[in-house]
C-alpha cells in the first residue's frame, strides 16, 4: 500500500492488526515446512521434497482459485518468465533441503537471510537502483555475520554448509525477476502456474537422479510417515504463502518486512524442541549481525527509497 511518492498512507487499526497478525502466524509457520522436510529428508531425497511441495502447494491453490472465479481466466502470456521463477524456486528448495539433511534449522535458515543483501547489491548492479555506501556496508557486515555461522558449519558438514547461500542467491534473482517483470494475473493463478512449472522441473530433476544414482536426486516410494511429513510440508508452505498474502494486502510491506526475521527465532525454538538443537555463542553472534544488517537496511530503504529493493511482497516465498 506504497503511495507514488513513497510515503505511508495510515491504516485503520484493524487493518494493521489484521496484516501483523497473518504475518507474524506466518514466519512462525514457515520453520515448521523446514522441519517437515527436515524430517522428510532422512528418507526421502531432496528433489523428491521439492517435488512434494509443489505438487501439494498446487492442489491447496485450485478450490482458492474456484472460490475467486480464476480458473477460466489465467492465461500463459507470461510462461517463460514463471519457468524462470519456477526453475529459480526449484534450485533454492533442492539447495536448501539438501543442507537441512545435516545443518541446524535455526543455521540454515539464519545463512538465508543474507538474501535482502543479495538482493540489495544486485538491484544496485541490474536495476540501478541507487544505494549507498551505508547500505553496502550493512551488506558487508551481515556477509561477516553469515561467515559466523558458515565457518564452524563448514568443518562440521562441509560445502554443504554453502547451500542456504545458494538458496538466497537464487530467491534475490527471483525477486529481482518478479519485480521487473509484467503482471496481469492475481497472486493465486500466478503461484499455480508456478508450482505447475515448479513440479516439471522437479520431475526432470528425479528423472535425472533415477538415470544417474544420485543421492539428492533419486526417487524412492515414501512410506506412510515420509509421506505424512511431506504433506505437513506442503500444506504449511501453502499456509505460510497465503497469510503471507493477505498480510501484504492489508499492510505496506516496509511495515511487515521486519517481522520476517522472528523467522530466525521460531526456528531456533522448534530446532531445540524437536530436535534438540541450540546455536552456540559464536552462532548467535552471527544471526544478531544479519538481524541487525538486515532491519537497518530496511529501515534506510523505508526512509530513502520508493520502494524498498528488499520488498518481496509479490513473492511470498520462503525456503
Aim: proline letters at 5%.
Amino acid at each position: 500500500m506504497n503511495t507514488s511518492s513513497g510515503s505511508s498512507v495510515r491504516l485503520p487499526q484493524s487493518e494493521l492488526t489484521f496484516g501483523l497478525m497473518m504475518m507474524f502466524i506466518s514466519v512462525v509457520l514457515s520453520p515448521i515446512m523446514d522441519i517437515f522436510s527436515k524430517l522428510a529428508a532422512t528418507t526421502i531425497p531432496p528433489a523428491e521434497v521439492t517435488a512434494a511441495r509443489f505438487i501439494f502447494q498446487s492442489l491447496f491453490a485450485l478450490p482458492m482459485m474456484a472460490l475467486r472465479g480464476q480458473w477460466g481466466v489465467w492465461s500463459w502470456r507470461h510462461s517463460g518468465v514463471h519457468a524462470i521463477r519456477a526453475a529459480l524456486l526449484t534450485l533454492s528448495m533442492v539447495s536448501f533441503v539438501t543442507a537441512l539433511q545435516v545443518m541446524e534449522v535455526a543455521d540454515a535458515i539464519a545463512i538465508f537471510f543474507v538474501e535482502p543483501m543479495m538482493l540489495t547489491i544486485l538491484s544496485s548492479i541490474f536495476l540501478k537502483e541507487t544505494i549507498g555506501w551505508r547500505r553496502y556496508t550493512a551488506c558487508a557486515v551481515g556477509f561477516l555475520g553469515a561467515m559466523l555461522i558458515i565457518q564452524p558449519s563448514f568443518q562440521e558438514v562441509g560445502f554443504v554448509a554453502l547451500l542456504p547461500v545458494v538458496t538466497a542467491l537464487c530467491v534475490a534473482v527471483y525477486v529481482m525477476i518478479t519485480r521487473v517483470a509484467s503482471h496481469t494475473e492475481d497472486a493465486w493463478p500466478l503461484q499455480f502456474q508456478t508450482g505447475l512449472w515448479g513440479i516439471g522441473f522437479s520431475l526432470i530433476l528425479l528423472g535425472i537422479g533415477k538415470a544417474t544414482g544420485s543421492a539428492i536426486l533419486y526417487p524412492v516410494i515414501p512410506d506412510l510417515t515420509a509421506m505424512l511429513y511431506l504433506l505437513g510440508v506442503g500444506a504449511t508452505a501453502a499456509a505460510s504463502g497465503i497469510l503471507t498474502v493477505y498480510a501484504y494486502r492489508a499492510v505496506q510491506a516496509s511495515t511487515l518486512a521486519p517481522l520476517q526475521y522472528f523467522e530466525i527465532v521460531s526456528a531456533t525454538i522448534f530446532g531445540w524442541l524437536v530436535f534438540h538443537n541450540f546455536p552456540d555463542a559464536i552462532k548467535w553472534l552471527g544471526i544478531l549481525i544479519i538481524m541487525g544488517s538486515g532491519l537497518y537496511i530496511l529501515w534506510r530503504e523505508r526512509r530513502f527509497a520508493s520502494k524498498p529493493v528488499s520488498d518481496t511482497s509479490e513473492t511470498a516465498f520462503t525456503p
